[in-house]
């Protein structure tokens, strides 16, 4: 596509005044220009914009719609209200969360609003829902300079002006929500919020969101519905850095195979500098706890995440490149949750050796 990208002449005389993303000035500042409808119509990314521009390289984040984390909302007409989202990583340079809104009408046509920061600030990863003649604006990953990782934060967003505005919340309020979902319920008089992440406290530490929330519309207050049963902790390595565990993959699955991979001998390479050797049957054994349980197939949907059955409770466990989160649903007896601790533990110090610790959540 981006080789064959028919770039209309009124956007190439336009594209450069509106190649950059920018704040609106007004609550809201209607935006709408040939460059930004055309990058709409199409759904173009960045890359696409600064080759519009004859820029093969990346100045500065170019205004796109290819996004992660934006909400879409639909109106009974038809209409469709497109918030915030981010584009790309924050390492690439065309990393950028965006706080606008883009409005895309049935008969073809679009609009796109701006806002101040302080009036509403770029948001990615929120709950868009439809209340009446407003859309209810909950939480948000954003920026980690503007976070506020104690409370959710609630906007509104009138349908009849475009215009953005705080919700002043009372009650109970998730600590920073983001990935989830809200729900209209009760006679269309409370939202129901559920699912994504939370900032656990005292860790510090983004966890699942296991506790269904509340929002009551007219009282503009949280509460907890329920939380559900659990037990849950994480193992990480002692000096908290990144985990080797991806080039442990490679290795194992390596030596298992008849060809040759230059990465796992590159990998073999690295972890034999430092006195280690990589256990493939550890690694390929590490959710078989030294008790009766039944490890389930994995979804490919749930990716990195795998199930296990002991005694009948489910256990998920999450591995990234900076921890292993392991979450049991329900409640298993003590002396089982300090068997699953300690092999836990052991497995993983093991498998890169290096010592792991666990913390609890």
């Known amino acids: 596509m981006k080789n064959k990208l028919n770039v209309p002449a009124a956007v190439t005389a336009q594209v450069r005044n509106w190649q950059s993303p920018r704040h609106g000035k007004s609550n809201p500042e209607n935006q709408t220009n040939e460059v930004w409808t055309w990058i709409v119509r199409?759904?173009?990314a960045a890359f696409?914009?600064?080759?519009?521009?004859?820029?093969e390289d990346s100045p500065a984040p170019a205004w796109c719609f290819d996004r992660f984390g934006q909400s879409e909302t639909m109106l009974p007409d038809g209409t469709k209200i497109y918030i915030g989202g981010e584009h790309e990583d924050f390492y690439d340079p065309d990393f950028y969360i965006y706080n606008d809104v883009v409005v895309k009408r049935p008969d073809g046509s679009i609009e796109v609003y701006g806002y101040p920061e302080d009036v509403f600030p770029p948001t990615d990863f929120h709950s868009a829902t439809l209340c009446g003649e407003e859309i209810i604006i909950i939480g948000g990953l954003r920026y980690p300079e503007i976070r506020d990782y104690h409370t959710t934060w609630v906007f509104r967003l009138r349908l009849s002006d475009f215009s953005i505005h705080p919700v002043a919340t009372a009650g109970q309020a998730p600590a920073w929500l983001t990935h989830h979902q809200a729900t209209l319920a009760n006679c269309k008089s409370q939202l129901i919020v559920s699912g994504g992440q939370v900032m656990h406290h005292p860790t510090e530490r983004p966890v699942e969101n296991l506790t269904t929330w509340v929002f009551d519309l007219n009282s503009l207050s949280w509460s907890v519905c329920e939380t559900k049963p659990f037990q849950r902790w994480i193992l990480l390595r002692e000096d908290e850095g990144y985990n080797e565990l991806r080039h442990i993959n490679t290795v194992a699955k390596a030596s298992q195979g008849s060809r040759r991979?230059?990465?796992?001998?590159?990998?073999?390479?690295?972890?034999?500098?430092?006195g280690h050797r990589v256990d493939a049957d550890l690694y390929f054994s590490r959710f078989s706890p030294p008790m009766p349980h039944q490890l389930l197939k994995a979804d490919i949907d749930e990716y990195p995440i795998r199930r296990l059955l002991i005694s009948g409770i489910m256990v998920r466990i999450f591995e990234d490149m900076h921890e292993i989160v392991v979450t049991v649903e329900g409640t298993l007896e003590p002396d089982i949750i300090e068997k699953l601790q300690r092999f836990g533990v052991e497995t993983y110090s093991a498998l890169e050796g290096v010592p792991y610790k666990l913390i609890e959540l």
Request: aromatic share 12%; no cysteine.
């Open 42 to 44: 199409n759904g173009l």
């Open 48 to 55: 696409h914009v600064h080759g519009a521009a004859g820029q």
């Open 261 to 274: 991979s230059k990465y796992a001998e590159d990998y073999e390479a690295q972890f034999a500098q430092r």
